[in-house]
């Protein structure tokens, strides 16, 4: 059984003469054990898709059909405190723009606590120094235990959300464009850091980018979507061969340094 399954996926929003359908018709699937790699334009569905996986499609959007299968289970048809017990537990979400992503009124240590407190059940003590080890894990200084997330740079906040990933231990994770307005150096760094994370988690990954070197890198599988569709999946050396849509062949074009290497 795959992790997690995509069938005929269409979200939708009310419109007038015609309701809007940014994702229509989506169809995905993930072996445990992988990552996938979904690659487009902005605004192709992409993020939405990954707030579908979530439960949070914004309002007043809604999934208006199919289905999302994680292990067997159909998440469309949980309650929202089903769903709510599912995300962090099962399916974690590591959002575009990591200052959004964390509280900025919290410290980067209790916020990592609170995460092992409430699902790991560990003391307040055992998770203050567990939140240590984590961010050590993650290359960071046990010192930012007490920094805010506004003091910290968007690499380091990053690296905080990979840390908060390893703390809750699930069985999918989702990156939302992990590397956008990061420097090439940094963006190399959070890349490996995902390598080392793919290796660690029992489950699979979801990397989604405009940046189809990006995924390259990592993914065994990439997806591309184009106007709310998926046009063109494949494993990742094989893409630049069996690409037939011309928009999977215009981002290939665009990114010279494709590499046809095994991913990490």
């Known amino acids: 059984m795959s992790l997690l399954s995509i069938e005929d996926l269409h979200i939708s929003f009310p419109g007038r003469p015609t309701p809007s359908r940014p ?32 439960g949070m499609v914004p309002r007043p959007g809604r999934i208006s059909g199919g289905r999302i299968l994680l292990d067997g289970v159909d998440l469309t048809r949980l309650s929202p405190a ?3 017990h599912v995300r962090g537990r099962q399916m974690f979400l590591i959002f575009q723009g990591s200052a959004a ?23 307040w003590r055992k998770a203050r120094v ?42 999918l994770i989702i990156a ?3 590397t956008t307005g990061l420097d090439v150096v940094t963006q190399g760094e959070i890349l490996d850091l995902f390598a080392d994370l793919r290796r660690r988690i029992p489950g699979g990954m979801i990397l989604i980018s405009h940046d189809l070197r990006v995924v390259a890198s990592l ?10 569709r998926i046009v063109d999946q494949s494993p990742t050396r094989l893409l630049p061969t069996q690409a ?17 290497r095994e991913p990490c």
Do not use: W
């Not at 992988?34 to 979530?54: D, E, H, P, R, Y």
């Not at 092992?116 to 059940?121: A, G, I, P, S």
């Not at 993914?219 to 709310?228: E, L, P, Y």
């Open 23 to 54: 994702v229509r018709g989506l169809s995905l699937c993930l072996e445990r054990g992988s990552v996938l790699g979904l690659v487009g334009q902005s605004g192709s569905g992409k993020s939405l898709s990954a707030l579908a996986m979530m």
């Open 82 to 84: 089903q769903y709510r």
């Open 101 to 123: 992503a964390l509280n900025p009124a919290l410290t980067v240590g209790k916020q990592l606590a609170e995460v092992m407190v409430h699902l790991r059940e560990a003391s």
């Open 130 to 171: 567990g939140a240590g080890e984590l961010l050590e894990q993650v290359r960071v200084d046990p010192r930012h235990l007490n920094s805010y997330p506004f003091e910290l740079s968007g690499g380091m906040r990053q690296r905080v959300l990979v840390a908060m990933a390893l703390a809750m231990e699930p069985q």
């Open 176 to 178: 939302d464009e992990p």
């Open 219 to 228: 993914a065994d599988q990439i997806a591309v979507m184009h106007q709310g």
């Open 244 to 260: 037939h849509h011309p928009h999977t062949r215009e981002l290939l074009a665009a990114s010279r340094a494709f590499s046809l």
